[in-house]
């Protein structure tokens, strides 16, 4: 399985310091430095704060960054395959995400933003708001389903580990 971290809600942002920034910093620095990576959640590296960043824009210069996110509002129903940096090795599942949503949340500056999402940008949103609140993807999936990807991602790991 992940990390256990990843199954434990993070805290909220309350000090807007150096060390928030640091975090930031540390999380866009990671997000780019993967392939194929949409976005990222502050747990995903071992930080508790309630803080992601997402940018899969082409050239990487759109980074938005969330701290203390809410879903304020939820419209309409997908259905569409997601991925993780959490679960590697190609595993994907479909999941059922708003098709719109609504965001309150707090900039790096402290300063309080909305925005309304939809598309890929709102599935991204909901991905890494899960993870803050200790779920992954394959939480979303039938038990069934989550058992045979669980499988699958451990015998990957047992896999690479013989490597």
């Known amino acids: 399985m992940p990390d256990p971290i990843l ?18 910093d540390d999380l866009f620095e990671t997000h780019y430095d993967q392939s194929n990576c949409a976005g990222l959640a502050a747990n995903q590296i071992g930080y508790e704060q309630s803080i992601v960043v997402i940018d899969f824009s082409e050239k990487k210069n759109e980074p938005l960054c969330l701290i203390n ?32 949503i609504k965001v309150e949340a707090l900039d790096p500056d402290g300063k309080q933003i909305q925005l309304t999402a939809d598309g890929f940008l709102s599935r991204c949103i909901q991905h890494e708001l899960d993870h803050l609140m200790g779920q992954l993807f394959i939480d979303r999936i039938s038990r069934i389903k989550r058992s045979i990807l669980v499988s699958k991602y451990a015998k ?3 896999k690479q580990a013989r490597s």
């Open 69 to 100: 996110p809410k879903i304020i509002h939820r419209e309409g129903e997908v259905f569409e395959p997601e991925a993780c940096m959490s679960l590697p090795g190609g595993i994907v599942a479909t999941v059922k995400r708003s098709k719109i």
């Open 156 to 158: 990957l790991q047992k």
């Open 7 to 24: 199954a434990q809600a993070t805290r909220p942002v309350e000090d807007f310091d150096r060390n928030m920034r640091k975090t930031v």
